[in-house]
């Protein structure tokens, strides 16, 4: 029997960007997994924990975990809700019960960031995604400093035939997005977003790409309020060669030599 | 002139268009930040050091009142006088007093970020005692009525350009025509008008960057040998420190020594670190003819027992202010208070109370750069955190903002709701936008919309398009 692993598709990828829980999905079935999606999950608790809201995080972390139980990982998208599940959640129940922390800490050892579990869990060697052309790849913030993934994304990257990695300068700079940050302090996140645009454009390569869609979202939105030819897309979608939607804050009309997946 | 924490955002706003400002920030990367990766990039045990660093400090900071005591008795021994002071109010006064004992018309200081905590030139000054500062950086700022935008490079926010300027505004008894046309020259000429205050002062005032219990002596670190005068020719040193300055023994003060200066500046060493222990002895040739030794809380004993311990570990290197996006943005002066960037963050909401510094802690973007370059590992992510926890229970968080986070935990706490909002979430947004594929406009999201466009949703959620790929509907 195939090992059954939990996809937790995060709250950005369910609402804005479904493609890319179907290509994490891809991926994670050609790591030789089972995959699940339960339907009891919403969000992380992410936004309520780096608000001070310990409560409303607490009972977010109980809901996902139960959510999840029965299964034999716990693969994210994304580095940042990852690192809420893994580093976080037993952290917001240090004080709890011994019974509740073991609980929390099981979950937590089974969960892992999509790139990682793919690179370094399933040690895999062949992805379906091809994709001729440049491309950068952004470092984010949680699942660099917090769950020091760097490597995984690069090696399977250089497994997707046609790619060609070109790094920026400051690939591991933050791009300023930081959740909530970015709308309550819009000119500091808009100089930070500015810095990592221009260093994406200098590499001219013709996607960028990140681990997590918050990020994304917002150089995306950047390159695309200036205008700029940068398609972005999530890492899974190049990896899995689910690249039939258009980039990130493309329209449908708009076809760069990004926009599709060239084989 | 000196900005206030509570307008935070307005601060920053002019700091983003203040051009000037921006010139002199952009060079930070290519200084500090490379300098410093490359002088670690030549200790291949950093990482072992920096976690014999804060082994150091946590253990300093768990026997905090031993090393105290036992650096008392030493500095005593050595021939200072020891005063303490429970508060900023207490430690002006102490100064003050030593200053007005001493009959002080004139005082010198090193660069200290303790006395701009405590308010000291203002009040020396008030009572009619002349300060100047000779680190050549706190010169050039206090000439300009400005506070310190870095905690060791206070002019930071200023280009060479600026300095010509000011120089050429205030000394006024030099030829106007003279020429000024590198740093050197710029160095010279301060160094010419400050020899003169070391000589004729008689109350020299520097900080410590390390109080040595085993020795009782005080250690400083400077590039510009300022120190060493202001601690050597005027007839009375003082020096002002805080209670978690103290380590326990010279061998932990060299571990820490070459934590900081690598941090700092890059350096292997800065170019002067002085131990002072008491005053002159018999038969010194030179040196202060008494030493005091101002110890301060203001605040730290409260620190020392909650959760914000950890954040007395601090060195005060600058590196996590140096590799801090939002502090690269906008300099140190936005932030309205003593201390910038993260480490300020954490330390003047303990300083002046969370709610008119609520700001501060909320204001980053967690993105964890500077936990990975600080040389003691002070968790400063995890501390902003505490300090969000608290600005939260307080209620001190816009009112608009809890609205819509109830309403938001509302329905994430409730999953069957959450997907039907979402589902109708996803297909309006995705109705409206899915052509151009971002929004420019939404009645939601101003600040970010002020930037940058919105992605529009794809139309339909996973959950929604994922149950339907079960039941075998095609995609």
Known sequence: ?263 | MIPSTSTFPRNAEEALVDNRLQAALATLPGGLVAQRRAAVAKVPEFEALRDLGREIRDHTLQNLDGYLKAFEKKATAAGSTIHWAGDAADARLIVHEICRAAGASLVVKGKSMVTEEIGLNAHLIENGIEVVESDLGEYIIQKRGEAPSHIIAPAIHLTQDDVEKDFRTYHTHLPASRLLPDAESLVAEARAVMREKFLTAEVGITGANFLVAETGSSIIVTNEGNGDLTQTLPPVHIVVATIDKVVPTLDDAMVLLRLLARSATGQDMTAYTTLATGPRREGDRDGPRACHVVLIDNGRTDMLAGPLRDALRCIRCGACMNHCPVYNAIGGHAYGSVYPGPIGSVLTPALLGISETAHLPSASTFCGSCEAVCPVKIPLVTLMRTWRERAWSGRLTSRTGRLVHALWGYAATRPRLYHLLARFAAAGGGALGRRRGAFRRLPIARGWLSARDMPAPQGRTFQQLWQETQRGVPR
């Open chain 1, 1 to 263: 029997m195939q090992p059954r692993a939990g996809l937790f598709v995060t709250c950005l990828v369910d609402l804005v960007r479904p493609s890319v829980g179907f290509a994490a999905a891809r991926l994670i079935e050609a790591a030789g997994c089972d995959v699940i999606v339960p339907q009891m999950q919403t969000c992380c608790g992410q936004p309520a924990y780096n608000s001070g809201d310990r409560k409303t995080s607490r009972t977010l972390a109980l809901q996902t975990i139960r959510a999840f139980a029965g299964c034999d990982y716990v693969v994210a998208p994304s580095g940042s809700c990852a690192a809420m599940l893994k580093i976080h959640y037993p952290k917001l129940f240090a004080d709890a019960k011994p019974g509740i922390r073991a609980q929390v800490a099981d979950f937590s050892s089974r969960v892992h960031e999509l790139c990682e579990f793919l690179a370094d869990v399933k040690k895999l060697r062949h992805l379906p995604g091809r994709f001729n052309g440049r491309v950068a790849y952004h470092d984010s913030c949680s699942g660099l400093r917090e769950l020091k993934i760097q490597s995984a994304p690069r090696r399977l990257l250089a497994l997707v035939p046609g790619v060609e990695l070109a790094e920026m300068a400051e690939p591991e700079a933050c791009c300023g997005f930081g959740g909530l940050f970015a709308e309550r302090y819009p000119g500091i996140s808009a100089a930070i977003v500015s810095r990592k645009v221009d260093d994406a454009a200098r590499t001219k390569a013709d996607l960028l790409l990140a681990g997590d869609l918050g990020c994304l979202m917002n150089m995306a939105g950047k390159l695309a309020r200036e205008g700029r030819p940068i398609a972005c897309r999530h890492i899974a979608e190049v990896l899995a060669g689910e690249m039939a939607d258009p980039p990130i804050a493309q329209g449908q009309n708009i076809s760069t030599t990004a926009g599709a997946c060239k084989t």
